[in-house]
């Protein structure tokens, strides 16, 4: 699998570059900025972009808009976004704004190579990964008006897994459940969210932004 990088700090960057080369991916290009990786995409595009979520020239959200730009210019590639903090904000841009193949994940997650190398393979399958982090915090927050407030603590806990990519599958596996049990509890969730089926939407997608924004 093949993929890019965009940090400006040349140290990290080239760390990066060596743990997914251990991981079993081969690096086609890097970057220490957004405007030389749509280069490099637009020229070779890889299967997954790696990018800072800051970076010159405002240190801001620069790795969103390089996200989007991406994005536009190689609609396959996935993108994966690093963060030195935990910014619900970013988080909720990314879910809102793009249609799959993201993620979200802190700096730390990369010393982890086996979890970092399978969340980023996640991405570059169109799926999406939401640093666990930002999970425990969102449920952990005190909440005035909870729409989460109808769920079961066994639902929560399935969406709170839902929130983080994991597929059905994966939840079962977490959870020690059967996948029919977590197929109940997930079209549980959707009735009680009032999510309706809908070729225009994604009901996952829309119960995990409501996760995200309660």
Not at 21 to 41: I, N, Q, S
Not at 103 to 126: E, I, N, P, W
């Amino acid at each position: 699998m093949r993929v890019m990088l965009a940090d400006d700090a040349v140290l990290f960057r080239e760390g990066l570059a060596r743990i997914l080369t251990d991981v079993g991916f081969t690096v086609t290009g890097r970057a220490g900025d957004g405007a030389e990786l749509l280069d490099l995409v637009r020229a070779d595009p890889p299967d997954v972009a790696v990018i800072d979520l800051r970076m010159p020239p405002g240190y801001a959200a620069e790795g969103i808009d390089t996200a989007a730009a991406v994005r536009a210019a190689a609609p396959g590639v996935g993108l994966m976004l690093l963060s030195q903090y935990v910014e619900v904000h970013h988080a909720l841009r990314l879910m809102t704004d793009f249609d799959g193949g993201v993620g979200y994940l802190l700096k730390d997650r990369v010393s982890d190579l086996g979890a970092f190398g399978a969340d980023v393979r996640k991405v570059a399958r169109g799926e999406t990964v939401i640093d666990p982090e930002l999970v425990t915090r969102l449920v952990a927050r005190r909440r005035e008006r909870d729409p989460l407030r109808a769920l079961t603590a066994r639902e929560r806990a399935v969406l709170a897994l839902m929130a983080q990519g994991l597929s059905n599958a994966a939840v079962a596996g977490d959870l020690h459940l059967a996948v029919k049990t977590v197929e109940a509890h997930v079209t549980a969730i959707f009735t009680k969210l009032g999510l309706i089926p809908d070729d225009r939407e994604h009901r996952r997608v829309l119960a995990v932004l409501t996760f995200l924004r309660a």
